[in-house]
């Protein structure tokens, strides 16, 4: 099986200050949201302040006030964009697999390696308390992203609807603790490709395990 790439890990790099009416229509949102992304990655959720987002865009204090709002706004763009990003990742690789049990590993896959190449992004889009939670964009994003395990799921388990929902809690529960776990470097270091590779395996090893290819149910 091929194995995907060990993730880039984010490095602070030199900005040049560049005034707000030097950005073109959109530019400056997409600067903040890529710097946000980047101080996410270095430091966590405790490390973000919107001034510092403001620095690394090379414009004003109150400039991401203008776009967003406030830090929870800028930080809902964050995630939802991370939703956006995830469900069509889910997406992709289903749609390279035959047979629900293939997909299903398949998306497993994808979901950790998401996680690992976007940790900043990752972890944002599950801290609610950081996030404008009523955002009806947030809502769509992260049901949608949600549906494209539910809908393999559907097709893994059959039953009830509510048997392929709790399925479906049961495999996002799974791989996602398993992302969260792997940020954590519980499986293997993330500083070099090979530690990348062994958690990869590891991971191939549980999906293999919770879904054998020779179950009679699938």
């Known amino acids: 099986m091929t194995k995907p790439n060990a993730p880039a890990r984010a490095k602070p790099s030199p900005r040049v200050p560049k005034p707000e009416a ?23 959720a405790e ?10 865009a090379g414009v004003s204090p109150a400039a991401p006030s203008h ?3 406030n830090a929870q706004g800028l930080l ?19 749609s390279r697999k035959q047979g629900a049990r293939e997909k299903l590993h398949a998306q497993g896959l994808a979901y950790v390696e998401f996680a690992l190449r976007h940790p900043g992004r990752f972890q944002m889009m599950f801290a609610n308390k950081r996030l404008v939670a009523d955002d009806s964009r947030l809502r769509q994003a992260s049901r949608a992203a949600g549906r494209e395990f539910e809908a393999i799921i559907a097709e893994l388990v059959g039953g009830t609807p509510k048997e392929a ?15 969260k776990l792997a940020l954590e470097e519980k499986f293997g270091s993330l500083s070099s490709e090979a530690g990348y590779r062994e958690i990869m395996t590891t991971l191939n090893h549980v999906l293999n395990y919770l879904w054998p290819a020779g179950d009679a149910r699938r």
């Open 76 to 94: 809902t763009e964050v995630a939802i964009r991370g939703y956006n990003a995830l469900a069509g990742a889910l997406r992709d690789a289903a």
């Open 22 to 44: 030097g950005y073109h229509h959109g530019e400056l949102q997409e600067a903040l949201i890529a710097a946000s992304e980047a101080i996410l990655a270095e430091h966590g």
């Open 165 to 179: 929902k709790t399925a479906a809690a049961a495999a996002w529960s799974t791989v996602h603790g398993f992302a």
């Open 47 to 56: 490390g973000f302040t919107l001034r510092e987002a403001a620095r690394r």
């Open 67 to 69: 776009h967003f709002g």
